[in-house]
């Protein structure tokens, strides 16, 4: 059963990929969908026995690199983490694989996209159930590689293209931290293997790397890598850009992909590796700063975004800004309770958004929306649904995880306790809310309720889609309702031995049972600035909103925040275009063309006939000269042999060149 779940994805994208043409559209998308479904009731069954039983699988099959010190098995670990996220991934991929069946049934290459679908799950699982780093950054780099082909599906479009280079660029940037990470910890710990690393990490809190008469702390050296790992993956403030640029891919692959799972991988290695992380102050002081910048940055720049994907793709950034800082508080059970219900409903939100763009013609401006509601009324139900539950609306999913993020940082700053820059957290993650509400129902006016702004040939062609489509709405739009009332005690309840061992805590951070003791009014305080944004959407959207335009103050940050403050500009004009400069005036001009050519193929040309040239002069047809080189030979090779390089060698060797030039002479 274990190793059931990780190769059916395999060998669904095996069948979908290489015999589509026989299988057909359906035959492939049906064969691939049901290898999903079946991976998806064995997760269950897998949740059951090791979250309820309280049983923790660990096993090894294969010798994969045996080096020495270095020995490498294929083994997997399914503890309590590993099976939250099986069922998220699983759950998540087998309705994405449903919608897909009705969403690209117009593409003549569906059997590829049910593949590159299944390749993306089955990297996912792999990267989840590894009980060592170097097999889980196998699952990491297939991830990242089904990524770029999910993005350039369509790689006929420039924007695809751009796109999908854009995201594989950016990720090698954190790719190569984790590589970094990984030798660290061989060098550190002679192994590569969870259990073994997380056992000795007490022993190493006083180990010390030399560098530069420097001495670092090998535990902070290795948080600090992994989560330059965390950064590219999870989309973090400085390499948070490829993200949005993302959803040039189809719908299925944003929902998938960019909103439930693989951007989560980062939040994962961090809850993965809480055992070591504890025992780094500024490591987790840094995941504070981070998630708390990220959270209110991707909050602000969602507000001012008018294509129906990006806004959710800036939302999906800032919600994973809450996961990495409530890591950064050490409570890894909050993150991974959050990261289950923003599987849920962020899933929901960009289907449902794949919906919408399906019945107006594959229009994703919602400036040239509206008054959608009476066409998709169930489209519009289930998005208010997933929009209330990313608001932190009372009683939905966001409102149990998100929310006591923000009061265990709220109950942090009011405390004795010197925790650094839980009041950073605690005011960014509360402004993040109120953008967070206002730029959803900002999308719910512009896109079902704000009048018509589709010309005639769309309105006419606009309609609900069908049940293909809708089920797998209804059935995410159940778990954005139910999940955070159902999993609440169990995942982050007081007594609760759910996480086990799987999630390490020191004493000292124990944080969560601060938060109960919080006022009632500071507990409302999220839900006030939620309310406080929705109204002031639904004023400006009903109201005329002509007024702020004649403020300079407003429309400068309006302007400013519309051109995401200017991080890929930056990124261009300090980044990308000196070594653009570098690569063609220096390397390419100077050293491939000009040093390494010259050198090279066009230097033989000239100078292999240069040399016949004189040496042809050598060949006078009279056997004395012939004699006289070959005795010259002959002294010559003598010196080298017997003499060595002494200074009478040295003066020795210029009298034999110059007699030879003087010959030539």
């Known amino acids: ?54 049983i923790t699988c660990q096993f090894s099959l294969l010798p994969w690199i045996n080096a020495e010190v270095l020995l490498v098995r294929w083994g997997f670990l399914f ?75 369509w790689f006929t479009r420039l924007a695809a293209n751009q796109s999908a280079i854009k995201a594989l660029v950016v990720n090698r940037v954190g790719d190569f931290g984790l590589g970094l ?25 006083d180990y010390y790397f030399s560098f530069l008469q420097f001495k670092i702390n090998s535990i902070t050296v290795i948080g600090l890598l992994l989560f330059i790992g965390a950064l590219g993956k999870s989309a973090q403030l400085g390499l948070h850009t490829w993200l949005p640029d993302a959803m040039e891919g189809p719908t299925p692959v944003s929902a ?160 004795n306790l010197n925790i650094a820059f839980s009041g950073l957290a605690c005011w960014l993650g509360s402004l993040a809310v109120f953008f967070t509400a206002f730029y959803s129902f900002r999308l719910l006016y512009l896109t079902f309720i704000n009048n018509c702004n589709m010309n005639r040939v769309n309105v006419n062609t606009t309609y609900e889609s069908n049940l293909l489509i809708l089920i797998p709405l209804i059935f995410l739009a159940l778990g954005s309702v139910f999940v955070g009332y159902f999993c609440k005690d169990f995942f982050i309840g007081f007594g609760t031995d759910f996480w086990k061992v799987s999630i390490f805590n020191l004493p000292v951070h124990s944080n969560q049972i601060e938060a109960e003791y919080l006022q009632t009014k500071i507990k409302w305080l999220p839900f006030f600035l939620s309310v406080l944004g929705i109204i002031l959407a639904s004023f400006l959207n009903i109201s005329s909103y002509r007024w702020y335009k004649k403020v300079k103050t407003v429309s400068f940050f309006a302007f400013l925040i519309n051109k995401k403050w200017y991080w890929d500009s930056l990124y261009n004009k300090f980044l990308i275009r000196p070594v653009l400069n570098f690569g063609y005036s ?80």
């Open 79 to 153: 503890d309590s983490v590993t099976a939250v996220m099986l069922v998220v991934i699983t759950s998540i991929s087998s309705l994405v694989h449903l919608y897909s069946i009705s969403y690209m049934e117009t593409d003549p290459h569906c059997p590829r996209f049910m593949a590159y679908l299944e390749v993306f799950t089955f990297f996912m699982l792999v990267l989840v159930t590894a009980d060592n780093i170097l097999q889980m950054f196998l699952g990491w780099e297939g991830v990242g590689l089904a990524s770029y082909l999910l993005i350039n599906f």
């Open 586 to 665: 220096v390397s390419f001009k100077n050293l491939d063309r000009g040093f390494i050519e010259i050198v090279g193929p066009y230097g033989l040309i000239k100078i292999i006939p240069s040399w016949a040239g004189t040496l042809k002069h050598i060949q006078t047809g009279q056997i004395t000269h012939y004699l006289f080189f070959t005795i010259l030979g002959l002294c010559f090779f003598l010196i080298i042999l017997f003499f060595p390089l002494t200074n009478y060698a040295i003066i020795s060797l210029p009298f034999v060149l110059y007699i030879v030039l003087l010959f030539f002479i």
């Open 1 to 54: 059963m274990y190793i059931t779940i990780i190769w059916l994805p395999l060998l669904g994208s095996l069948i979908s990929g290489f015999g589509g043409r026989w299988l057909g559209r359906y035959g492939a998308s049906i064969f691939s969908t049901t290898c999903v479904i079946s991976s998806f009731i064995l997760s269950l069954l897998i949740f059951y026995e090791v979250g309820f039983c309280g």
């Open 256 to 415: 998938l992909i960019h909103a439930a799972t693989m951007v989560t991988a980062g939040v994962f290695l961090i809850v993965r590796f809480s055992p070591l992380m504890e025992y780094s102050i500024f490591v987790l002081q840094i995941l504070v700063i981070f998630g708390a910048l990220t959270a209110f940055f991707a909050a602000m720049v969602g507000v001012f975004q008018n294509d129906l994907k990006r806004v959710i793709a800036y939302s999906t950034c800032s919600q994973l800004g809450y996961m990495v800082f409530a890591c950064g508080l050490s409570c890894y059970n909050v993150s991974m309770f959050h990261l289950t219900n923003h599987a849920f409903f962020k899933a929901l939100l960009f289907l449902s958004a794949g919906s919408v763009i399906h019945a107006v013609s594959d229009e994703q401006d919602m400036r040239r929306m509206g008054s959608l509601k009476k066409f998709l009324p169930l489209t519009y139900s289930v998005m208010l649904i997933g929009s209330l539950a990313l608001a932190g609306f009372p009683f939905l999913a966001g409102f149990y995880s998100k929310d006591f993020i923000i009061e265990i940082a709220q109950a942090l700053t009011n405390s």
């Open 181 to 205: 990470a990984i030798f660290t910890i061989f060098y550190t710990f002679s192994s590569v293997e969870y259990l073994t690393i997380f056992s000795v990490t007490p022993f190493f809190q």
